[in-house]
Structure formats: C-alpha cells, structure tokens
C-alpha cells in the first residue's frame, strides 16, 4: 500500500510559481500512476494532471501549457510545477496513486490525505 503526503503550498501573487511536491511511501511507487486533483471552495474535485509510471502526461485544459507534473522514482516524489498562477487556481491540492489510460480516466488506490493549499492573490 502507498501513502502519500502533499507540500509545497502556500500564497503567491497571480503570475507566480509554486511547487507541490508528493511524497511517497512504499517500494512500489513506480509501478502507480499518480495524480494531482484540487478542489476549490464549494466545487467539485477535479484532477490537474496525471503522470504515469512511464512517465505519459496529461492535463487539464484549464492548466495545460502553465503546469507540469514530474516523477523521481528514486526519491518516490511526484511534483507539480505551477507557473503563470491565477487566482482561479486557488484550491487545496492533493495527490493520489492508482490506475489511468486515456479512456478510462484516473482510479485512485488510496485514501485522499490532507492536500495542501494553493492561494493566489494580489
């Protein structure tokens, strides 16, 4: 079983950057897909992007072109690079491990932890 714990979080002014970073447990993380979601006040949770153990990416429209998410197996961290912040990507980010392809969707295997919090506000 994989356990995953969110950082990086923080405020930040709109145009700036931030790194998430999801840190893993468990010798097995490399064979996993793993997902960044985030759920804003009083919305649904929606995932950002998800790499898989390949190391295939994919995003969310709203964030293409501005995030990007990487993997070290070695060190058993998944991050998430956000340039170009808006406010609109204010939210609690989390992390999950699972199962994904392009016609299926992200399955998450784990628990949902605490996520970490994203602020972007002049």
């Known amino acids: 079983q994989v356990q995953l714990v969110e950082s990086g979080g923080g405020l930040v002014q709109p145009g700036g950057s931030l790194r998430l970073s999801c840190a893993a447990s468990?010798?097995?993380?490399?064979?996993?897909?793993v997902a960044w979601y985030r759920q804003a006040p009083g919305k649904q949770r929606e995932m950002v992007a998800v790499?898989?153990?390949?190391?295939?990416?994919n995003y969310a429209d709203s964030v293409k072109d501005r995030f990007t998410i990487s993997r070290d197996n070695a060190k058993n961290i998944v991050y998430l690079q956000m340039d170009s912040l808006k406010p609109e990507d204010t939210a609690v980010y989390y992390c999950?491990?699972?199962?994904?392809?392009?016609?299926?969707?992200?399955?998450?295997?784990?628990?949902w932890g605490q996520g970490t919090q994203v602020t972007v506000s002049s």
């Open positions: 790499v898989t153990s390949g190391g295939s990416t």
């Open positions: 468990g010798s097995i993380f490399s064979i996993y897909a």
């Open positions: 999950n491990a699972g199962a994904y392809s392009d016609y299926t969707g992200f399955h998450a295997f784990g628990a």
